[in-house]
């Protein structure tokens, strides 16, 4: 449910996460025996969808029980919460046999989730993400981090517990300022020499402990760019799961346009006044890009040229 005015891609999953129920062991089986509940599945990281006579794409729902059965145990299933009153769950298949084709034969396929997110419902969108955030912290956390033996999964797959010293570990989410640089009437993008040719965007770094949100953009805009921060707003955030972080948006005032990338985060800064801005968001610059509007740096860029932030 959208909780805000604005609503980023992977954000307003509608699901009841039900986390009350995750530790009631009978109820979770008797809901993935259920012949009214739903499973997803996930492979490689990739979501298994069926194409729309629209022309985009959506979850591909399977029986829970079958999404039980191909996971073989509560290692490689994730209890997603309730949809009204139907429970839905997910399955992580892994391994080089595309189970597409196999025993998922004729019931969609398997697709990057990059490419098909602005074909799905916003709310297909989300649901994954989730399912694709717990998996990515499933695979990286299959130890315990106290003691090194291997945990095991509960709670539905939310939390994970060593069986040799009793530690608990719950899911990450790693918080990520990302901001727009902006002074007067212009606004400033930043870019990676990694990055493809002519793409420019905000610039962003994860938050470090101790630290505030404000705190951290203007650390990274100084650190970056040089630049000094004088204000911070809010924009949005925005769930971005490669592999589990929390996108936090802001439009930053800076002190002067004076910048200085730092050639290691940044090779080159551009200014932009709003018409340019604009010309940016809809393409019109030979040459030159900023992210697709799936990312939070699109729609930061397109809130201040527009004047809606």
């Not at 990059?114 to 969108?125: F, G, H, K, S």
């Not at 797959?157 to 007067?184: N, S, Y």
């Not at 970056?224 to 949005?236: I, N, W």
């Not at 769930?239 to 940044?266: C, F, H, K, N």
């Amino acid at each position: 449910m959208a909780l805000s005015f604005f609503q980023n891609t992977f954000a307003g999953n509608p699901l009841d996460r039900a986390s009350d129920r995750r530790g009631d062991a009978d109820w979770l089986a008797s809901r993935l025996a259920s012949s009214e509940s739903l499973g997803l599945a996930l492979w490689n990281g990739k979501p298994f969808v069926e194409k729309t006579k629209e022309g985009g794409v959506q979850i591909a729902y399977l029986p829970a029980k079958l999404a039980g059965e191909l996971a073989g145990g509560p290692e490689r299933l994730l209890f997603m919460g309730l949809w009204k009153e139907t429970a839905v769950f997910a399955v992580d298949l892994e391994g080089t046999s595309d189970p597409a084709l196999g025993p998922l034969q004729g019931l969609g396929e398997f697709a990057d989730l990059r490419q098909v997110a602005l074909r799905l419902p916003d709310t297909d969108a989300a649901i994954l993400a989730t399912a694709k955030s717990m998996f990515e912290w499933r695979r990286r956390h299959q130890y315990c981090a106290a003691c090194g033996q291997p945990s095991e999964p509960r709670e539905g797959g939310w939390k994970r517990q060593c069986p040799a010293c009793e530690a608990e570990h719950f899911p990450r989410t790693d918080p990520v300022v990302i901001m727009l640089a902006v002074h007067g009437d212009r606004c400033m993008v930043g870019r990676q020499e990694i990055w493809p040719k002519g793409m420019f965007s905000a610039l962003a770094g994860f938050l470090e402990p101790g630290e505030s949100i404000e705190e951290a953009c203007a650390r990274e805009l100084a650190e970056e760019a040089g630049l000094k921060t004088v204000s911070v707003r809010y924009h949005s955030t925005q769930p971005w799961p490669y592999p589990s972080s929390l996108m936090i948006g802001l439009i930053a005032e800076v002190e002067d346009e004076d910048a200085r990338p730092d050639q290691t985060e940044l090779s080159e800064v551009r200014w932009f006044s709003r018409d340019e801005a604009r010309a940016l968001i809809r393409g019109e610059i030979p040459d030159t890009f900023c992210p697709q509007p799936m990312a939070i740096a699109h729609q930061l860029i397109k809130a201040w040229a527009f004047g809606e932030s």
